[in-house]
């Protein structure tokens, strides 16, 4: 993966002290990170001097993007280029809307790589995924683009999925449609791969009248909400058999967390962030601060350093057990990954994202 983006190569803590001076200096930082600097009661130019530094910002609330003009959140340093603006789901709040110049090349190079390894790339692609604002769909689009492959869309509102579930009870309606386009398109286009979320990937091979891979589909790739174990291991072993499911942990903010085989018989499946672009820590719920040991549980954290987006110490609405280094990624992981069980996580809909 190094070979395909140099920049993994990169010592985290001499790219934290770059992204302080992207995002901090009046010359590249963004109108919304200059004038953050100017509140702040430490200078992150001179006072970040590695990775753990970041901690000096304290934990980062969301609530600080919503609303933001994205010309505001685009860096100075790519005035000149051109731009894509996605937004998140919405399932904690109002959207937040985040800016692309670069990070979705970086995330396509990282996937095709992993497909690479695996054998699976190629091919046309179903994507029944979030497209419109969301990054989901321009991520496989620009996915199959990369192997000259198409991405043949199921139009896909997950906004709309929460009205329904919120004003009726029940989204089952909107996903049967959902269905039923997914199902019409792997009858008549036969694609390699499909795309979908793992709520949506339960719905469907329930509904199909025969197994996937007797439509030709090589391999199921998924993202968002992880399903139980035991809804994993019941999807496999009923409806997925010879197709291989991948899936990855994450969202609009913190991108892609690559997902790693066990290497012990039994072991839970591994999610491993690359960095030095993102990292996720698990750590104590009573002390963000603290991480605690391998195979602990605690709650995620994630810190965002990208050229296009700069997030530290997001606190996400998940849990995991801590894990080490895979031979696949040679970084810190998470595993059995699962709603935080506080309030606040407790009302969070899911819906079929």
């Keep these: 993966?190094?070979?395909?983006?140099?920049?993994?190569?990169?010592?985290?803590?001499?790219?934290?002290?770059?992204m302080m001076h992207w995002h901090f200096?009046?010359?590249t930082g963004s109108r919304?990170?200059?004038?953050?600097?100017?509140?702040?009661?430490?200078?992150?130019?001179?006072?970040?001097?590695?990775?753990?530094?970041?901690?000096?910002?304290?934990?980062?609330?969301?609530?600080d993007i919503r609303g933001v003009r994205v010309r505001d959140l685009l860096p100075r340093g790519f005035a000149d280029r051109t731009f894509r603006v996605f937004e998140t789901g919405g399932t904690t709040g109002e959207s937040c809307r985040i800016v692309d110049v670069t990070r979705s090349r970086y995330d396509v190079e990282l996937y095709h790589a992993m497909m690479?390894?695996?054998?699976?790339?190629?091919?046309?692609?179903?994507?029944?995924?979030?497209?419109?604002?969301?990054?989901?769909?321009?991520?496989?689009?620009?996915?199959?683009?990369?192997?000259q492959g198409v991405a043949l869309f199921v139009d896909f509102d997950p906004r709309w999925a929460r009205e329904q579930q919120r004003d009726a009870g029940s989204a089952e309606d909107y996903v049967r449609h959902l269905v039923r386009q997914a199902a019409s398109l792997l009858s008549s286009q036969s694609p390699a791969l499909l795309f979908t979320t793992s709520r949506l990937l339960l719905a469907?091979?329930?509904?199909?009248?025969?197994?996937?891979?007797?439509?030709?589909?090589?391999?199921?790739?998924?993202?968002?909400?992880?399903?139980?174990?035991?809804?994993?291991?019941?999807?496999?072993?009923?409806?997925?058999?010879?197709?291989?499911?991948?899936?990855?942990y994450g969202n609009t903010l913190m991108g892609h967390a690559l997902q790693a085989d066990p290497v012990e018989e039994g072991a839970p499946r591994s999610y491993h962030l690359p960095p030095p672009f993102a990292a996720m820590k698990v750590v104590d719920p009573a002390n963000p601060w603290q991480q605690v040991d391998f195979g602990?549980?605690?709650?995620?954290?994630?810190?965002?350093?990208?050229?296009?987006?700069?997030?530290?110490?997001?606190?996400?609405?998940?849990?995991?057990?801590?894990?080490g280094p895979h031979p696949w990624f040679p970084w810190e992981g998470i595993a059995a990954v699962r709603p935080y069980a506080d309030d606040a996580a407790a009302a969070v809909k899911d819906g079929v994202y």
């Design 116 to 147: 690479e390894e695996r054998g699976l790339a190629g091919g046309d692609v179903l994507a029944l995924v979030p497209s419109g604002p969301h990054a989901y769909g321009h991520f496989v689009a620009r996915l199959a683009e990369s192997w």
């Design 296 to 323: 602990e549980r605690g709650r995620i954290l994630v810190v965002t350093l990208l050229e296009d987006l700069f997030l530290p110490n997001l606190l996400e609405r998940d849990s995991a057990l801590r894990v």
């Design 32 to 63: 919304f990170w200059t004038a953050k600097r100017r509140s702040l009661p430490f200078d992150p130019l001179r006072d970040v001097v590695d990775f753990d530094s970041l901690r000096l910002f304290g934990l980062f609330d969301k609530n």
């Design 25 to 27: 200096s009046a010359e």
């Design 204 to 248: 469907l091979v329930q509904e199909l009248p025969r197994p996937l891979a007797s439509y030709r589909v090589r391999a199921v790739c998924t993202g968002g909400t992880c399903c139980t174990p035991e809804e994993e291991r019941y999807v496999r072993e009923r409806y997925l058999a010879h197709v291989p499911w991948i899936d990855t």
């Design 1 to 18: 993966m190094r070979e395909r983006v140099p920049a993994l190569g990169v010592d985290r803590d001499e790219w934290t002290r770059r």
